[in-house]
Structure formats: structure tokens, C-alpha cells
């Protein structure tokens, strides 16, 4: 296992920000950590790239003990935080140039393992990092934290902010990186992102439900989903919340997923009851559940 994660707890004064969370990594493994801002995603990181210390618990990252043997960790992991944090003043080749002496190394002897994504910012690479576009900065920092060559490579909300289309060739870039063996630890608020992983972990206040593939987390969800619309989906919304039995009524874009608890509740009910509403351009469907549809009726 390249990361071993053991009831790790942290709180900070009266906050509670993990609890007893464990887990493993697989070497070479692309893992997801799912969940919304202030789960302890970023609390989590920080712990195992040596930048916390945890009040109870283990954690291994690369065989090392976090708390024993930061600086091998250190030497052989690369971390990008959520936050932009590479000098704003400094070029694109300055950045690269100084966070590989750091480590003693220069880009030309790891080039090849930075090249696919440092070919899309060398034209800019006497450019300031502060003058650098969403997307572009994001790969510089991808760049920077992986020019050491590390083991392992930690990402917190590394796609926060970015466009779609730099979301979409981020994710393409950790793929190519994963055929490198480079075990990756990748935190996102983004539920499509999870089914890009190999497996993931929902983690809500700092506690860790469920673990597994995306593909088998959404086959093992037994509830039927029914995607419903009419004119009116202020109301419908209001309406479906009363019917008896009713488990969760969630907005999905022009849609609402709704889930009644009652495995003999059919499409029929729901449409008779709807209909008895005078909701008008009804339309309901049966539909397989999605990443999102899980984490939000996890009990």
C-alpha cells in the first residue's frame, strides 16, 4: 500500500474536522476523496504531506510514519493545494527552476515525466505566474509538484475554479500520469469527478461512509430513482415532499430525483398522484442513479 490511514482524528478547538478516519491507497492507485467543503479533505492532506500532526491514529505515506518520518515523506511525495501558492513574481521556467533545485534536481533529468503537460505552457514559460489563465496556472502547479519525480502525488480540489474544459484535460493528464506507477491522491467537491477514479471515499463531517468503485458503489444502490418534470417545478417540489413514505427530493438541473422508501412505490402512484395535483407537461422516468445520488442519500 503506498498510503495507510489508521483512525486518524483531528479537531481544532470545538470542531471536530476528522474522526477516526481510515483507509488505504494501492500502489499505482488513482483515489478519489469525495465530499463538500469543510468535510476535512483539506485537514486530511495536510496531515499526510507532514504539514499536521493528527491527535490520534497511524498514517503511512510511501512506508513512512507522518509523524516519525516526515522528511523521507517529504522527499518523495508531491502535494498541490487547492489554493494557487507558487511565486505570482516568478516566471513559468523561474517556478519549474526552483522547485526542482529544491529537491536537487533539474527539469531536464525529469522532463519526460512533466513533458505531456509542460508542452501546453512552455510558450508562456517567460511569462509571470500572476499573469497566467485558471487552467494554465494549474498546470504549472501540476508541473512543480511533480518534477522531483515523487511516489506519491497529492491533489486538494486541484480543478476548484477552473473551467470545464481545463477540468476535462486535468483529468487526462492524472490518467496518463497513473501509467507511471505514481500512486495519486486526488480530494474534489465534484461529484462527476468520482467515476473518473479507481475508487473512491465519501467523507462528510470528517468521517469516512463508503468505500469502493464508482461502479460498484452505484450498482449496490438499491432505491428507484424517478427523474420527474412538469411547468410548475416550484410546486412539484412542494408536492412530492408530502407524499407518505417519501425519502429525498433533490433538484438536479431542470429535473428533480425523487426516492420513496417504500420498495412497492411505483411510477403509477407517483404519476396518479401528480396528476391529481393538475401539474401539467408531466413527465417522470426511471433512472439510474448517479455518484451524486448516492453521496446525497447517504444515511
Known sequence: MSIVVQNISKSFKTVQALQEVSFEVKEGELFGLIGPDGAGKTTLFRILTTLLLPQNGQAFVAGFDVKEEYKSIRNCVGYMPGRFSLYQDLTVEENLTFFATTFGTTIE????LIKDIYVQIE???NRRAKDLSGGMKQKLALCCALIHAPK????????TGVDPVSRKEFWEMLKRLKQQNITILVSTPYMDEASLCDRIAFIQNGKIFKIDSPQNI?????PKIYEVKSDDMYQLL???KQIP???STFSFG???HYINEKTEFTKEKLQTYLNEKAHKNLDIQLIQATIE???????
Open 152 to 159: 506519491v502525488l497529492f491533489l486538494d480540489e486541484p480543478t
Open 293 to 299: 445520488d448516492v453521496f446525497m442519500n447517504a444515511d
Open 254 to 256: 431542470e429535473s428533480i
Open 218 to 222: 452505484i450498482r449496490d444502490f438499491q
Open 123 to 125: 510558450p508562456f514559460k
Open 109 to 112: 533529468e525529469n522532463y519526460d
Open 245 to 247: 413514505d417519501t425519502k
Open 238 to 240: 412542494s408536492d412530492l
